[in-house]
């Protein structure tokens, strides 16, 4: 059966230093989402991208984030210079439509921690 | 804003036992409501879903019931097993296209 992956499974980063946490969606689906949890809350929705532009964000996801779709299977999150406030687990998920009546299809998580 | 409501855990079961995990919603509108799971060290997997008021979802021998006048999804098994232990998260997507979950529910299975 076809799954989400994500590479890598855990990444530790230095305050201030760059990261790119990368995924690789379903081949056939047309939406990718980044959500994150911090430890012991929610998981919260941090943006859509369909047909090379973001759809929709959340106010966490502001100038320091960024999206990409570099080729016609990944799937990136960029974030420029870390906080010690981004330590999280990161879920991409993807899904043929944006539709709700729609599943989205996540994968393992990126465990990021900053020091 | 949306948002969804989860009974706090953990819950802690020994096998063959009833579980039931509340899920309440609020969200404008007719959201699709959602329960993902996570077992250890995995991603989220969708366990059931329901797309309007009182159709059922069900897998695995989990069912939850789309309540719109109670606002309710709540998550039930009639006999759970060892391997059931896991986190599990009720969620509704709304008219937008994210996801708002809940704070998740760890269950514990003892044999």
């Known amino acids: 059966e076809p799954e989400v992956t994500q590479t890598p499974s855990h990444q530790v980063t230095q305050m201030g230093q760059e990261v790119i946490l990368r995924c690789v969606p379903i081949?056939?689906?047309?939406?990718f989402y980044w959500y994150r949890q911090i430890l012991g809350q929610k998981v919260e929705f941090l943006v859509s991208?369909?047909?090379?532009?973001?759809?929709?964000k959340s106010e966490i996801f502001d100038d320091q984030f960024s999206v990409e779709r570099p080729d016609g299977s990944n799937f990136t999150l960029k974030i420029r210079s870390t906080k010690l406030e981004d330590s999280a687990m990161y879920f991409c998920?993807?899904?043929?439509?944006?539709?709700?009546?729609?599943?989205?299809?996540f994968g393992p998580g990126t465990r990021l921690t900053v020091l | 804003g949306d948002s969804v409501t989860q009974m706090e855990g953990p819950v802690t079961l020994s096998e063959e036992a009833c579980l039931t995990i509340?899920?309440?919603?609020?969200?404008?509108?007719?959201?699709?409501l959602f329960w993902y799971v996570q077992y250890p060290g995995e991603g989220l997997q969708l366990l059931l879903k329901?797309?309007?008021?009182?159709d059922k979802g069900s897998n695995k021998g989990f069912e939850a019931t789309y309540r719109k006048e109670t606002t309710s999804f709540h998550l039930e098994k009639g006999s759970v097993q060892v391997s059931d232990s896991a986190v599990y998260f009720c969620?509704?997507?709304?008219?937008?296209?994210?996801?708002?979950f809940g704070k998740g529910t760890k269950l514990t299975v003892n044999p």
């Open positions: 998920a993807s899904g043929v439509s944006g539709r709700a009546t729609d599943t989205q299809y």
């Open positions: 081949s056939n689906h047309l939406y």
């Open positions: 991208f369909y047909n090379n532009e973001i759809s929709e």
């Open positions: 509340n899920c309440t919603y609020t969200a404008t509108g007719y959201p699709s």
């Open positions: 329901a797309t309007k008021a009182d």
């Open positions: 969620a509704l997507q709304g008219g937008s296209e994210k996801l708002v």
